[in-house]
């Protein structure tokens, strides 16, 4: 019933820019996006971003470089990476609560989608 479409994923060189997005469709009353996440080989997953009642969270690895969106109207959240460095390469996901029923929520991440970063 619901999907998590990522895209944006791709390879770039150092100083390079991507931008992710992550959509939510199907069977769903309403989404509460919970983030951006990354995992490299061999090391654990990693939150990246996050928008918060309280604020926008990043990583120090990315903070100036990375900037998280949100557009509720169209489900979507989207992350704009800029000077893009090696080693942001990882497996990014997006992760979102969903209510797919009547107070019944539902945690769900995308599949993943890869950037790699060369020098």
């Known amino acids: 019933q619901v999907q998590l479409v990522e895209s944006g994923g791709g390879s770039v060189q150092a100083g390079g820019s991507l931008r992710l997005s992550c959509v939510a469709s199907?069977?769903?009353?309403?989404?509460?996006?919970m983030g951006w996440y990354r995992q490299a080989p061999g090391k654990q997953r990693e939150l990246v971003a996050r928008i918060t009642s309280g604020g926008t969270i990043y990583a120090d690895s990315v903070k100036g470089r990375f900037t998280i969106s949100r557009d509720n109207a169209k489900k979507a959240e989207y992350l704009q990476m800029n000077t893009l460095e090696p080693e942001d390469t990882a497996v990014y996901y997006c992760?979102?609560?969903?209510?797919?029923?009547?107070?019944?929520?539902?945690?769900?991440w995308g599949r993943g989608t890869q950037v790699t970063v060369s020098s």
């Open positions: 199907g069977s769903m009353l309403s989404t509460n996006f």
């Open positions: 992760n979102v609560n969903v209510e797919v029923r009547s107070g019944i929520w539902t945690n769900y």
